[in-house]
């Protein structure tokens, strides 16, 4: 079976959530479900949870694809763009970022 590009961000993403978990108390812990949601009131991240997800992911993307991205811009920051909603949504943002430097 062959990974394709949004498997391996997926795979780089569930990593990172990995290793965000292993500092989280387990009521903290984000399941690996795309319906997870990472900012909002049924979060259980805390702003520095999450700022250790962006963080980690932006290293295991660099890791895995050896691509260096920034996740932190105005989309993902911005309040109504929706991109911290759920990890689906995450996983998804990332993936534009990193078809956009593969396209440059």
């Known amino acids: 079976m062959t990974m394709t590009l949004r498997d391996d961000i997926i795979a780089a993403v569930y990593d990172a959530v990995d290793e965000v978990n292993e500092q989280l108390p387990r009521h903290q812990r984000l399941a690996?479900?795309?319906a997870t949601?990472?900012?909002g009131p049924a979060a259980t991240l805390?702003?520095?949870?999450?700022?250790n997800l962006i963080a980690a992911t932006q290293t295991k993307i660099e890791s895995?694809?050896?691509v260096?991205?920034?996740?932190v811009d105005g989309d993902l920051l911005a309040s109504g763009s929706g991109a911290l909603a759920?990890?689906?949504?995450?996983?998804t943002h990332v993936?534009?970022?990193v078809g956009?430097?593969?396209d440059a």
Request: overall charge positive; proline content about 6%.
């Open 86 to 91: 759920t990890l689906e949504r995450f996983i």
């Open 68 to 71: 260096r991205i920034s996740l």
């Open 95 to 97: 993936e534009t970022i």
């Open 64 to 66: 895995a694809l050896g």
């Open 100 to 102: 956009r430097k593969n």
């Open 37 to 39: 949601p990472l900012h």
């Open 46 to 51: 805390d702003s520095l949870g999450l700022v």
């Open 32 to 34: 690996k479900d795309p």
